[in-house]
């Protein structure tokens, strides 16, 4: 059963709200959603440390791939959604294309690419991929779980 924060509890990592943020889905707002994501986690520390040191940078690097990804194979705008969780921080972009991703072949011989995909199902505790329905508008939620 759900209950309030109640005395020293109130500053507890649940105090810590939900960050939202919408960008353009041009190059530079892969940089956006990475400050973003900077700024949720240093509130976030100061009220729940990480259990490990690695914890902020796997997800600041989950949230910079899944950023790139929607503004290299979906046009236009994208949304960036991180909330804390039991035990860790669920992450969702939302992008315009409905396609799922999938993984391609790493060749690092040819400029690299394809291991993004990769790296999401490595570091990630849990993934899903929720396309819209029929009627709505076409897009795609990519939802991730990370420890923190």
């Known amino acids: 059963m759900a209950t309030e924060p ?8 649940w105090a810590i709200p939900s960050r939202t943020a919408r960008f353009a889905g041009e190059p530079h707002d892969v940089t956006g959603a990475r400050l973003t994501t900077e700024e949720f986690l240093h509130d976030l520390a100061r009220a729940s440390p990480p259990t490990a040191p690695e914890c902020w940078h796997d997800i600041v690097l989950i949230v910079t791939e899944l950023a790139a990804n929607a503004v290299q194979y979906a046009p236009g705008p994208f949304e960036l959604q991180l909330r804390r969780t039991f035990d860790g ?16 072949p790493f060749h690092p011989d040819s400029g690299g690419g394809g291991i993004g995909w990769y790296l999401v199902h490595t570091l990630c505790t849990q993934v899903s991929v929720v396309t819209a329905d029929a009627g709505q508008e076409p897009g795609k939620d990519v939802h991730v779980f990370l420890p923190w």
């Open 6 to 13: 109640r005395g020293n509890e109130a500053l507890s990592s």
């Open 89 to 104: 921080v669920h992450v969702t972009v939302h992008d315009t294309n409905s396609t799922p991703p999938t993984p391609r």
